[in-house]
């Protein structure tokens, strides 16, 4: 299996700050990674697929990069929506691996 | 619009099998490169992928679940059902049903159901 590590695993971040996330697979995943946000008690939802195509309907605050094994989500300013854990998926291959999540609070 | 909404027991004993179905619409699993895919997410935890279910019926299942687990489809329900056998009180988890996204080689889960809490435990 491809192994997707997330870090940091959790921060404490101000509503205008620039969060960075990272996500980094076991192996070469060219462009095969999707990133999710999941609410408490909410299903995840899609934010960015294929490492950087922002799906319809996220806002543009968001951003995805990196090809290969390192790869970055960007929120360039949190709004209070943002707080929330966040998840990275690749899909190289058919036995699907998603990241350990990354939570969002407010500082 | 696609929905999909899961539907099963809430409580199982350990060693039974689990038996959930996705009820979909907005789409149909006869139309080419279409799938369905099974997630779950133990309290607390991260999220796992266990199957998915292509249009023209082929499958693919985690690796590591592979023995345990049976996806299958009912088109004319608009319905993907999953099995698990062997229940374990580790298996404790919200299981969710995914439409699953494609652009070139390229896939993801969008939308999802909203989940279904399922607890083993004798």
């Known amino acids: 299996d491809i192994q997707m590590t997330q870090s940091p695993s959790s921060l404490s971040v101000s509503i205008g700050d620039r969060v960075t996330i990272t996500c980094r697979a076991s192996q070469s995943i060219s462009t095969y990674l999707n990133w999710y946000l999941q609410k408490p008690g909410k299903a995840p939802k899609l934010l960015i697929y294929?490492?950087?195509r922002l799906q319809s309907g996220v806002p543009s605050r968001f951003s995805g990069s990196g090809s290969g094994t390192d790869f970055t989500l960007t929120i360039s300013s949190l709004q209070p929506e943002d707080f929330a854990t966040y998840y990275c998926q690749q899909n190289y291959n058919m036995a699907l691996t998603f990241g350990g999540g990354t939570t969002v609070e407010i500082k | 619009q696609i929905t999909l909404k899961e539907s099963g027991p809430t409580l199982v004993k350990p060693t039974q099998t689990l038996t959930l179905t996705c009820t979909f619409s907005?789409?149909?699993?006869?139309?080419?490169?279409?799938?369905v895919g099974w997630i779950r997410q133990p309290p607390g935890k991260a999220l796992e992928w266990l199957a998915l279910?292509?249009?023209?019926?082929?499958?693919h299942y985690s690796p590591s679940l592979k023995n345990r687990l049976t996806i299958t489809k009912d088109t004319s329900e608009n319905q993907v059902v999953l099995t698990m056998t062997n229940m374990d009180p580790v298996d404790t988890a919200t299981y969710y049903c995914?439409?699953?996204?494609?652009?070139?080689?390229?896939?993801?889960?969008?939308?999802w159901g909203q989940g279904t809490l399922v607890t083993v435990s004798s």
């Open positions: 907005g789409f149909s699993l006869t139309t080419d490169r279409v799938s």
């Open positions: 995914a439409h699953r996204g494609i652009y070139s080689n390229y896939v993801w889960f969008d939308p």
């Open positions: 294929a490492a950087s």
């Open positions: 279910i292509h249009w023209n019926d082929d499958k």
